[in-house]
């Protein structure tokens, strides 16, 4: 992506964007940088997304370049189509006769639903991540979306910017969450179900130490925050084959660890995509 073209995509809701240093509001410098009224400065890469934390140490045991990269074959094969489906139609119902919509897609990953939704008529998808590498493979898919690597505890944000906050798999920071929400803002956030990829799981339990998986931690945590106004259970069998059950399993950081080289999956033909899907306001909010 041109320098030029990263630029008009922020260009176009930089008195959406917040200095993470000091709080205060961007404009765009020169075409090449954003920089806030306090004068700290953000350059603009020219693959298509601004770093907010350039200095951070950006590695994980559970997040490789592999995995992300594993995860946008998995999701450009379908099988999390359905998934999606459900996320637009939510929006859909929700926002449908307003004329812009400001959406967040909170740990974004490779990018997937934020791409997607940026081609929805009418919104306008901020995206982050704490790890460079799923912005960098985000920005391949060629989207009009402001791709930003930073932390979900200091949103890039301003004040109330956010009409739709999506967290899909993820990690969540309620404060923050409430800070950047707009007063009819909705949060969708999307939990495994106990039966998520249990095809994979069943074959690593002995190496995991948790050996069943509950979402009731997780569940009962967002109720502390959030009101829930729906609840969707959404679950399907995904058809593999046997090179692309090989991206699934890297693609999950429930295999982190695991001695997978040496495991037989030949007997898996499908996966279960079993997931919850949670529509809230911020309790505090209203």
Known sequence: MKIDEVCRIFKESELDL??????????????KSLICTNQHCFDFA??????????????SEYYSKALFESRAV??????????????Y???LSKFG???????????CGEGYYAAKLSRMSGVNVFAIDLMKDAIVTSCKRKAPVKWMVADLTRIPL???????????????????????????????????????????RELVKQQLYNKEYSNENVLKYFEEHVKIIEKRTLSYQ????AYLLKEIVQMTPMTVG?????????KISSITINLEILVGEMITQR
Do not use: W
Not at 18 to 31: E, I, K, L, R
Not at 97 to 107: E, I, M, R, S, Y
Not at 174 to 194: C, D, M, Q, T
């Open 89 to 91: 139609g939510i929006i």
């Open 97 to 107: 006769d307003a004329q812009k919509v400001n959406l967040l897609d909170v740990g």
């Open 238 to 241: 995904f058809p593999v084959s």
């Open 46 to 59: 020219s693959k298509g997304y601004v770093n907010f934390i350039p200095n951070q140490k950006q590695v």
């Open 158 to 200: 301003q004040k109330g910017s956010i009409d739709v906050l999506l967290n899909m798999l993820t990690s969540a920071h309620y404060a923050e969450f409430e800070r950047v929400l707009s007063e009819k803002g909705i949060i969708i956030k999307v939990i495994p179900g106990n039966d998520y990829l249990k095809e994979i």
């Open 18 to 31: 917040m200095c993470p240093a000091c709080g205060a509001s961007f404009c765009v410098s020169g075409q």
């Open 74 to 87: 998995v999701f450009e094969a379908g099988a999390y189509d359905k998934v999606y489906d459900e996320i």
């Open 258 to 266: 695991a001695d997978t080289e040496n495991m037989d999956f030949s």
